[in-house]
């Protein structure tokens, strides 16, 4: 089996973006769906960063077998949840631009430039909809589909905001702005919480079109009723505390303030990154996280 293509790969291969990208991938178990899904990550990504949550197939031996060919870093996070996951992946991550996409196969590649472009355009933070004009979904239902709907709708009236898709977690956003994105939280709800501190921080934000395939192999672990109240009870509590600076957040204009970001977080969690695999493609070594 392999992923439908969308598009013409060979398009993929010019559409070279002026900054560097990194994709950040939480894993649990799904190492069928890696052998799908790494092939298909377009090969101008400059690192690919998988975050593997504790897992009891061959999920960390696809990913090494797929590194020797590709710069592919493994960080294994002992924390529970897909925010502790991202939360390690994004502070390993070393590009411009840092994309989070899921490992269930029913996020395509393909559109990773899609994210890439509205962040070159202007945006400081780009969501993935599955409800505008050239997206969709085959993977929600009609109770999922509106619950979705009425936390969107919420979170609009609360913070002023105009998404037409909440619970999603294809996105992308400039690095610089991590101290802004950095996920505090770490379950089903971090996509909610990340796109809640670009709110009220005055990011600058881009939805863009995506379609959400079925699940190839496995079961997902949403539970669509307990991760929705969880959800709802972070935009209640989100919405009266102190939003982040944007003003404060580190990147390539502020390389000091990276160091000092990096220094204080790279430790807190427990997270580390295992040795690279050698690679003819891609020798560079990978900095130790302890």
């Known amino acids: ?6 598009v013409d790969p060979r398009a993929l291969s010019t559409a070279l973006p002026i900054a560097s990208v990194s994709v950040v991938i939480p894993t649990l178990n799904e190492a069928d769906n890696l052998r799908l899904l ?52 994004f502070r390993a991550a070393h590009s411009d631009i840092i994309v989070a996409l899921d490992a269930d196969c029913s996020m395509h590649p ?21 409800f505008i004009q050239g997206a969709g979904t085959a993977d929600m239902s ?28 294809y996105f992308a956003f400039w690095r610089r702005h991590l101290s802004v994105i950095d996920p505090a939280c770490d379950g089903f709800e971090v ?8 709110l ?3 990011l600058r934000i881009a939805e863009v079109p995506s379609f959400e395939a079925l699940r190839i192999h496995g079961a997902s672990n949403l539970r669509a009723i307990p991760d929705g109240m969880q959800v709802l009870r ?26 000092r970001f990096a220094a204080a977080t790279a430790k807190t969690d427990g997270a580390r990154v295992l040795p690279p695999v050698a690679s003819s493609a891609a020798p560079e070594t990978t900095e130790m996280i302890s």
């Not at 960390?60 to 897909?82: D, H, N």
């Open 142 to 169: 009609w109770f999922r589909s509106v619950g979705n709907w009425g936390l969107t709708q919420i979170v609009n009236v609360l913070y002023g905001g105009s998404f037409s898709d909440l619970c999603y977690g």
């Open 110 to 130: 393909c559109e990773i430039p899609l994210l890439v472009a509205a962040l070159m355009a202007g945006a400081d933070f780009a969501k993935g909809s599955r």
């Open 38 to 89: 790494l092939p298909n990550i377009p090969g101008w990504i400059d690192e690919v960063i998988l975050v593997d949550g504790r897992s009891t197939d061959e999920t960390v031996r696809v990913a090494e077998a797929f590194a020797r060919e590709r710069r592919l870093s493994i960080v294994m996070e002992p924390r529970k949840g897909k925010g502790a996951a991202l939360r390690a992946g």
């Open 200 to 202: 009220k921080a005055k």
């Open 1 to 6: 089996m392999t992923l439908p293509q969308l």
């Open 191 to 198: 996509e909610t919480f990340i796109e809640l501190q670009a």
């Open 234 to 259: 972070t935009i209640l509590r989100e919405r009266w505390s102190h939003p982040r600076s944007a003003e404060n957040s580190f990147g390539m204009a502020d390389p000091q303030s990276l160091r």
